[in-house]
């Protein structure tokens, strides 16, 4: 993992759904770096086609459909765009879902790709509370997470167990919060002074 010059650094982090990505990427947003979802992209698509009521679903949905017409790295593409426009050297990317994601973090950037791992229970257990996509039972768990890890999924499709098995270092997200942050700040120490 060696750092090149005049590229932007940029940490990934990768994960099914519930992991705690997003918490990883908060931590890591709070030491300064920029942080951009990768999904965010895909929610101004569905906004751009008149989508009002978004769903996990409908977000598989429309970043497959963007990554068939676009290619694989399509979301990373335009997280690098963002970055040269803002003029920015530092960011942490949550949700990197695809391997051709990856292969364009690594070309157009310093990149280090983080894999956040949790149970299944505690990952059903975490979404089920949240109130921000759709109200999820164990079926509709297990369907929208067989889907996202890329079970039944072509090559333009989600990937995220795959990206997982690419990472360059994985962390467990089953502990409490405090044990998490620690856990994410000897990361950062460790890949700040490659």
Do not use: Y
Not at 65 to 83: P, Q, Y
């Amino acid at each position: 993992m060696a750092l090149t010059e005049h590229k932007p650094f940029i940490i990934g982090i990768t994960g099914a759904f519930g992991s705690g990505k997003s918490t990883a990427a908060n931590f890591f947003e709070d030491k300064g770096l920029k942080k951009i979802v990768l999904s965010s992209f895909i929610e101004e698509e569905a906004k751009k086609r008149g989508i009002k009521k978004i769903t996990r679903k409908l977000l598989q949905d429309i970043g497959n459909d963007l990554r068939d017409k676009f290619g694989s790295g399509i979301l990373a593409k335009k997280a690098v765009l963002f970055l040269k426009n803002e003029r920015l050297d530092r960011a942490v990317v949550d949700g990197v879902r695809n391997l051709g994601e990856v292969e364009e973090f690594k070309k157009n950037s310093n990149f280090v790709l983080i894999a956040v791992v949790a149970n299944r229970k505690t990952r059903f257990e975490r979404l089920r509370n949240l109130k921000r996509r759709e109200k999820l039972n164990w079926d509709t768990f297990e369907k929208l997470d067989r889907r996202d890890l890329g079970i039944g999924e072509k090559q333009t499709g989600l990937q995220t167990a795959f990206c997982i098995a690419s990472a360059d270092i994985f962390v467990e997200g089953n502990e409490d919060i405090d044990e998490f942050r620690q856990k994410l700040d000897k990361i950062l120490r460790r890949i700040e002074n490659l």
